[in-house]
């Protein structure tokens, strides 16, 4: 099973203020990788495919960098809403697999 | 507009079993795989279940196997999975999720589409 270890568990920062998240497998997952916003009482929201493809309706302010084992996810400027906590998630092999999570809170 | 509607979770005993349902609406269901991810409160995600477009080829976490059947019903745009011998930690936010890429040839993507969750409970 790929393990997905999100770094870090925390970011406390400011709106305006860019955010870059972490996501390490634990083997290649080429860019098979997906990036994910959660709400409290939400479901998650698609933001990055395959790495560095951003879904849908989401904001150039989202934007998804690496491939094999390393992976970030940057916010340029945080909006409010953008507080949030995400997830990383892996398709290159199964079983599917999810980071633990990284929490972007409002310092 | 695109949606899928979980329903069918509840308060069940230890060992019980549950069907949940996932009707969808807005695309074309039978061209999409689509998978079961559940969510224990205030902890991370985890993917249970998947099925291709036809039905023909299902994938299952392994603390599921043998206990857990996802299926689904073209006709009726609704995905299912069939929850048996119910533990305690399995309690959880259910969540039925579409893959992205559709008619891809098992290349499915990532989630991009999800519902809004229901809640399994396993207690006695």
């Known amino acids: 099973e790929v393990v997905l270890t999100q770094s870090p568990a925390t970011l406390s920062l400011s709106p305006g203020e860019s955010a870059t998240l972490s996501c390490r497998a634990s083997?290649?997952?080429?860019?098979?990788l997906g990036w994910y916003q959660q709400k409290p009482g939400q479901a998650p929201r698609l933001l990055i495919y395959d790495a560095s493809n951003r879904a849908t309706g989401i904001p150039a302010r989202f934007s998804g960098s690496g491939s094999g084992t390393d992976f970030a996810l940057t916010i340029s400027s945080l909006e409010p809403e953008d507080f949030a906590v995400y997830f990383c998630q892996q398709r290159s092999h199964w079983p599917l697999t999810f980071g633990g999570g990284t929490n972007v809170e409002i310092k | 507009e695109v949606q899928l509607l979980e329903s069918g979770g509840g308060l069940v005993q230890p060992g019980g079993s549950l069907r949940l349902s996932c009707a969808a609406s807005g695309f074309t269901f039978s061209s999409c795989a689509m998978s079961w991810v559940r969510q224990v409160p205030g902890k991370g995600l985890e993917w249970v279940s998947s099925?291709?477009?036809?039905?023909?080829?299902?994938y299952y976490t392994d603390s599921v196997k043998g206990r857990f059947t996802i299926s689904r019903d073209n006709s009726k745009n609704t995905l299912y999975v069939q929850m048996n011998s119910l533990r305690a930690e399995e309690t959880a936010v259910y969540y039925c999720?579409?893959?992205?890429?559709?008619?891809?040839?098992?290349?499915?993507?990532?989630?991009?589409?999800w519902g809004q969750g229901t809640v399994v409970t396993v207690s006695s």
């Open positions: 099925i291709s477009e036809s039905g023909t080829s299902t």
């Open positions: 083997q290649s997952v080429g860019s098979y």
């Open positions: 999720a579409k893959f992205i890429f559709c008619e891809s040839n098992g290349r499915w993507g990532a989630f991009d589409i």
